[in-house]
């Protein structure tokens, strides 16, 4: 599966982003993110997409749906999204693209998992009190 979430360490979560993401995989991902909504709890997410390639125009807009359907949901818990991409050039781009269409919560882009997990922490301790 491209897309795999890790809650092991809740109210840190991480989805995984193999392969190339499909329509299909979109249902997965909006089933994996109402599992972390109905905890309502504060979370953050950090989105590893160093695996993952450029999905196609259906499964683009088919997330883009994932992500109008929750907006509200991530006004309500999401302290922030994290995301760790390798390419210089698709970081540059995803940052311009949030500069844009702005995410329903904070976000930051990334080339180290070390960095995107303590900013997530950070806006998570802002917003709910995440502990050391």
Not at 4 to 28: C, I, K, M
Not at 52 to 81: H, L, M, S, T
Not at 90 to 95: D, E, F, P, S
Request: proline share 6%; charged share 25%.
């Amino acid at each position: 599966m491209p897309v795999l979430l890790d809650d092991s360490r809740f109210p840190l979560a991480r989805f995984t982003w193999n392969e190339e993401p499909t329509v299909e995989d979109a249902a997965g991902f909006a089933a994996d993110l109402g599992r972390l909504f109905a905890r309502k709890t504060p979370l953050a997410i950090v989105h590893d997409m160093r695996g993952g390639k450029q999905p196609g125009i259906k499964a683009i807009n088919a997330f883009a749906d994932v992500a109008k359907a929750n907006v509200e949901n991530d006004r309500r818990y999401i302290a922030g999204f994290a995301f760790v991409v390798q390419s210089a050039v698709l970081r540059v781009g995803l940052k311009g693209f949030f500069a844009l269409a702005p995410l329903a919560a904070p976000s930051f882009v990334t080339a180290s998992m070390e960095e995107a997990e303590t900013w997530a922490r950070e806006r998570f301790r802002e917003k709910g009190g995440l502990p050391s």
